[in-house]
């Protein structure tokens, strides 16, 4: 079946416009995740989304960053007024739920280019 | 909370040749333990996991083992292929952190005819 697909797979952008990154899980799954990843580094947590709970906002890095995600479809991370340290492959990931047991299925991810 | 501390890279071996990856975790209770694969130009793809202490995950050629005892989970490939240049991220999901994934900071694999 299809796997998690995300949109644009490239982004170059100016410093302070606003961007919006979508992300399109495996149907079925309940649990979405948004990671980042800069150049050289790990994976950085930004936001879980499971069901109809309220989501789990603990790794956005500042109150530009924002996410939403309609029922358990498509999400949208969208990123106000963008910094050159914004800059970073972002990576979606679904899974059939939340919890440890779980195997996370990543997209391809945004190449996010601040300018 | 919890933490990864992966082995420092870069790692550059001659095909055939034996490889450790270290991968060492700080969390609470029982958390899972896996290995994600990155291929150049490629996305980010489960190598293999581990759910519990003592099992051992296994993929490709590859194994590793959740060892509760040293809090380890160190990958391991008798004969690595020019193949399996890629980038290595070791990673646990569990104990204070309920469905986000901690990752190490990565491992670059480059292996040599």
């Known amino acids: 079946g299809a796997g998690v697909s995300q949109s644009p797979s490239n982004k170059v952008t100016e410093k302070g416009k606003d961007v919006e990154l979508r992300c399109d899980p495996i149907?079925?799954?309940?649990?979405l995740y948004w990671y980042r990843q800069r150049l050289g580094q790990g994976l950085e947590f930004l936001i879980y989304?499971?069901?109809?709970?309220?989501?789990?906002k603990s790794g956005l890095p500042s109150d530009r960053f924002s996410a939403e995600r309609t029922g358990e479809s498509v999400s949208t991370l969208t990123i106000q007024r963008t910094q050159q340290e914004d800059s970073a492959v972002y990576l979606c990931?679904?899974?059939?739920?939340?919890?440890?047991?779980?195997?996370?299925?990543f997209g391809p991810g945004t190449r996010l280019t601040v300018t | 909370g919890n933490s990864v501390t992966q082995m420092e890279g870069p790692v550059t071996l001659s095909e055939e040749a034996f490889l450790t990856i270290n991968c060492t975790y700080t969390?609470?209770?029982?958390?899972?333990l896996f290995w994600y694969v990155q291929y150049p130009g490629e996305g980010l793809q489960l190598l293999l996991k581990?759910?519990?202490?003592?099992d051992k995950g296994s993929n490709k050629g590859f194994e590793a083992t959740y060892r509760k005892e040293t809090t380890s989970f160190h990958l391991e490939k008798g004969s690595v292929q020019v193949s399996d240049s890629a980038v290595y991220f070791c990673?646990?999901?569990?104990?204070?952190?309920?469905?986000?994934?901690?990752f190490g900071q990565g491992t670059i694999l480059t292996v040599h005819p």
């Open positions: 149907s079925g799954h309940t649990a």
């Open positions: 581990a759910t519990k202490a003592d």
């Open positions: 969390a609470t209770g029982y958390p899972s």
């Open positions: 990673a646990l999901l569990g104990g204070t952190s309920y469905g986000k994934l901690t």
């Open positions: 989304f499971q069901g109809n709970s309220a989501p789990d």
């Open positions: 990931a679904s899974s059939p739920s939340g919890g440890a047991t779980y195997e996370q299925y």
